[in-house]
């Protein structure tokens, strides 16, 4: 029976989490159990660079409660890593033992890419887990002008919560536009006058070359242009991976991220009953007909609901996900939508008196994407009818 | 069993997640980005799908209780 098999989660953030209660929605009655290498209550990482600097309620951004779990009958190994796998007699090793499965989810996330130059300083901040953002939110508290590195949705999230609370803030962003991968150069601008108005100094271009540092602490970091910008706090946003180091050797194929089919079952030599969700699954996305890595919250608890179903039914289906993401930087709710490639789309911005802009993008005379600041309305109704059945 | 849902109002902010879901059964206001639930909605919907809205929330704004 189906339902006898023993599923093993690796992760318990947002995408593992949800392997599990969607796992128990669906009715799945076998042993579930979830490990994870880092020792905090599973969070929720959103509010990490949001909520979490504001204030200190992190209660509010954990995944699940104690009575939660009980409930779902899940049992949780916190400050679990896992460090090898044998897919042909499907245990997975961990720093506390073996743990045997008949289904696995890989749900191990990414973590920060590191400045090496900046390394181990005190005043040097990566955003990731709570923790993180407590450690930040210190360093805000004490003042002081704060460095940010990296001008994506953590730079630009962290750049507004250093802003208001009134302390100077240099963005360095090192291509020449703001989320230049995602949208279009029409919104990077847009992007940009709003960081500006709301006095950031943005700095486009701007690589960091060298550092003026103590042992301790970052006193400057030095641009390729040769100028030099001191800070309190720096603060490093330059994008995520994941770490699959671990895999190596056990036959799971990984490239960018862990490769899985359109299914998001795992691909390798013997691997069987082996899934990815989350960021580190890099899978065949059918929408686009691309393999692609999608760090988005809610393609995470897509692509966690979908294999949970996979696995209480038996099946394996592909998984067609049309990405979405939202940002809260100054004064806007950011909203993008759609496709990953946008490097030949029309443009049509079209906007409101109640300050709403939507920028949506065009192929062929259909929309296949948009990107919205407080736009919500919009935004759901072009993601509705990209999600519609055709 | 039927299913009544609630919106949080005050934690509602528009992420669309339940539009996305749902489609037939929230949608959002255009005045205030809030989520409401579409007047006569099919009442023989599978619930699946309401309970992935409710479970998609980012600030958990949809509440599900069974009458």
């Known amino acids: 029976m189906t339902d006898r098999r023993r599923v093993l989660i690796v992760g318990a953030s947002v995408a593992g989490v949800r392997v599990a209660q969607a796992l128990r929605t669906r009715g799945f009655a076998g042993p579930i159990a979830l490990v994870d290498a880092d020792e905090q209550w599973p969070h929720d990482r959103p509010g990490v660079s949001k909520d979490a600097l504001a204030d200190a309620a992190d209660d509010a951004l954990h995944l699940l409660t104690p009575d939660d779990l009980e409930r779902l009958d899940v049992s949780l190994h916190r400050g679990v890593a896992a460090i090898g796998l044998d897919t042909r007699g499907r245990t997975l090793g961990t720093t506390a033992g073996n743990f045997a499965y008949d289904d696995l989810v890989l749900a191990t996330g990414s973590a920060p890419r590191r400045l090496p130059a900046l390394e181990g300083r005190d005043n040097v901040h990566y955003l990731r887990t709570l923790r993180d953002a407590e450690r930040l939110r210190a360093g805000l508290d004490a003042g002081g002008r704060v460095v940010v590195i990296g001008g994506g949705f953590i730079g630009g999230e962290v750049a507004s919560a250093a802003r208001r609370r009134g302390l100077p803030v240099d963005m360095l962003e090192g291509s020449d536009r703001l989320i230049a991968r995602a949208v279009p150069p029409p919104v990077s601008d847009d992007l940009a006058r709003r960081h500006r108005a709301h006095g950031v100094d943005l700095r486009l271009g701007a690589l960091v070359a060298d550092v003026d540092a103590s042992p301790t602490r970052v006193r400057a970091v030095v641009l390729a242009t040769g100028e030099t910008v001191p800070g309190e706090h720096f603060v490093v946003g330059v994008g995520a991976g994941p770490d699959t180091g671990w895999l190596d050797g056990s036959g799971v194929a990984t490239g960018n991220g862990i490769r899985c089919d359109g299914t998001l079952r795992v691909e390798g030599v013997d691997v069987d009953g082996v899934w990815a969700v989350g960021d580190a699954a890099e899978w065949l996305n059918p929408r686009y007909g691309v393999r692609h890595r999608v760090e988005h919250w809610t393609t995470a608890r897509e692509q966690a609901a979908h294999v949970a179903a996979s696995i209480a039914a038996g099946t394996a289906v592909p998984f067609a996900a049309v990405p979405y993401v939202w940002s809260d930087q100054h004064d806007v709710r950011l909203q993008h939508v759609g496709d990953p490639d946008l490097t030949d789309v029309g443009v049509e911005v079209e906007r409101s008196d109640a300050g709403r802009v939507l920028y949506r993008y065009y192929r062929e005379g259909a929309v296949v994407g948009a990107t919205g600041f407080n736009a919500q309305v919009a935004i759901a109704r072009v993601r509705r009818d990209l999600l519609a059945p055709i | ?67």
Request: net charge negative; proline share 6%; glycine share 4%.
């Open chain 2, 1 to 67: 069993m039927t299913l009544h849902i609630e919106i949080d109002e005050a934690k509602c902010a528009g992420y669309g997640n339940c539009v996305a879901d749902a489609p037939d059964v929230f949608d959002l206001d255009p005045d205030t980005n809030i989520a409401f639930v579409v007047a006569g909605h099919p009442q023989d919907r599978k619930d699946d799908d309401i309970e992935q809205a409710a479970a998609d929330c980012p600030v958990r704004a949809i509440l599900l209780t069974r009458a």
